[in-house]
């Protein structure tokens, strides 16, 4: 009997407006490789909505669609893309300056790459100290630049003929900053738009606007963002899904992999020292102690959260965690992570593990961008509102309910977002007790 979706998922019929605040390295790496794979000379490779089966059913059942063929989402050719940036270089130009692909399959992809040009960026050079650019809105106070991005988005949606649209954000990470009183409450928020309170971050502007114009959020840097009540509010009052924070690729990727296995074998930890060397315009930004302070506080979250060092005290109560990245031109975005891992087993003898993975960060950046523009307009569809925390996956300091602690083991958060598409869409939880199978 097939089965009935859990929740009414309106169909995904036009166009997708997606809108991208910070065209760089990650946002035009994405586009020339949607380009490309439209065209059929690559792969959608590291994209779960395209790739990835989900299992339903009994394993003797022998049902395993791809996740595009099971939930209904958008199509690659219904993707229309616009977005902001402080530098007013198109992505064809972004391209060549982030230095990430290589000239032969940008030139195949220049003419549609070209016709993207930024719109004028809400901009704070207090939230991003190494960068300064001409293409910004000047003039007014914040609660202004706020109404001229909803006219942009507007606009967008015009001239695009996009049915829906959604926003992340692909721009440089901010300086830290914590939740404060003007992003208490709503009121307190707009009150502060208006007074250009230095506590609201530009991230934190396009967010409210993009929540006013009912447009869902993600958040692909480890910036505040709508990780606070005013803006969480506004989501759940505009009935619009949000998601972050810091997408999950190199370094803390592989932290989420192989922590897991340690604590699953019940070995310990002394310590985890992780080092980056990377020289795109990210590397840069994040030089500045400010920005690195965001960075750093999502970076070593995860290790804590994994291994529960309350719970396992003999194990992982004292262990050391360090995590630098160093700017270093010469290696662009071709960054090179280490790792230098000491652990303990039987008798509480030493071990070490070493990891060096020569990454590329925004050839793993890109896939998730376009996965999360996909659930997250699934989830718009399906009338899934607030934290979207089924998306952890995708993030480095994923989003929760107040009082709730994240969960950043990356299996566990494959099964959480595998079964939300399964409670979609009505199917049975995998539950992976299996005892049946042996009645
Ligand atoms: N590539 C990865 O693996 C990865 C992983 C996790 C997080 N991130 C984050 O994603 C973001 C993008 O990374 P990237 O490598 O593309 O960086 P990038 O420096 O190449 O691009 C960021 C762009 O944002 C623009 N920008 C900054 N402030 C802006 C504003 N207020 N409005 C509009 N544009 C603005 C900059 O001019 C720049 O062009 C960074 O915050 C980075 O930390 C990247």
Request: charged letters at 25%; aromatic letters at 10%; a neutral charge.
């Amino acid at each position: 009997m097939p089965a009935t979706d859990n929740v009414r998922i309106a169909p995904a019929e036009g166009k997708l407006g997606v809108l991208i605040p910070g065209m760089g390295a990650v946002t035009s790496t994405f586009i020339a490789g949607l380009e490309a794979i439209k065209a059929g000379w690559a792969k959608p490779i590291g994209s779960l909505t395209q790739m990835a089966t989900i299992r339903l059913g009994k394993r003797t059942e022998g049902r395993s669609p791809r996740i595009k063929d099971f939930v209904p989402l958008a199509g690659l050719n219904d993707l229309v893309i616009g977005g902001w940036d402080i530098f007013d270089d198109n992505v064809y130009e972004a391209a060549l300056k982030a230095g990430v692909l290589e000239r032969p399959l940008l030139e195949k992809v220049k003419e549609p790459l070209s016709a993207i040009r930024p719109m004028k960026a809400v901009f704070n050079q207090d939230y991003v100290r190494r960068l300064d650019g001409p293409n910004v809105k000047k003039g007014g106070t914040n609660m202004d630049k706020a109404r001229l991005l909803i006219e942009d988005i507007e606009n967008f949606r015009k001239s695009s003929s996009a049915s829906r649209l959604v926003m992340i954000w692909c721009g440089s990470t901010e300086v830290f900053h914590r939740s404060s009183d003007v992003h208490s409450t709503l009121e307190k928020f707009e009150r502060g738009l208006e007074s250009d309170h230095p506590e609201i971050a530009p991230s934190q502007i396009y967010a409210y606007a993009a929540l006013k114009s009912g447009v869902p959020f993600a958040n692909g840097a480890p910036n505040l963002t709508t990780d606070v009540p005013a803006l969480l509010d506004l989501a759940r009052d505009r009935q619009v899904p949000i998601c972050g924070k810091d997408f999950k690729t190199g370094q803390t990727f592989m932290k989420t992999l192989i922590s897991p296995g340690l604590k699953a074998r019940m070995l310990g930890l002394t310590g985890w020292f992780s080092t980056n060397i990377l020289g795109n315009r990210d590397g840069e930004v994040l030089d500045d102690p400010g920005s690195f302070k965001t960075k750093e506080e999502t970076k070593l979250s995860a290790l804590e959260y994994i291994l529960q060092p309350d719970l396992y005290p003999d194990l992982y109560k004292h262990f050391d965690h360090v995590v630098r990245i160093n700017y270093y031109p010469p290696r662009g975005d071709a960054k090179e992570g280490w790792d230098n891992i000491d652990i303990f087993g039987w008798l509480g003898y030493p071990m070490q593990i070493k990891i060096d993975f020569l990454c590329r960060d925004s050839i793993l950046a890109a896939p998730l961008v376009l996965d999360l523009v996909l659930f997250l307009d699934l989830a718009q569809r399906a009338g899934m509102k607030g934290i979207q925390e089924w998306l952890s996956f995708y993030f480095k300091g994923p989003m929760t309910a107040p009082g709730l602690y994240p969960e950043h083991d990356i299996f566990i958060q494959l099964m959480k977002l595998k079964n939300t598409l399964r409670w979609m869409r009505g199917e049975e939880l995998i539950t992976h007790l299996g005892l049946e199978y042996y009645d």
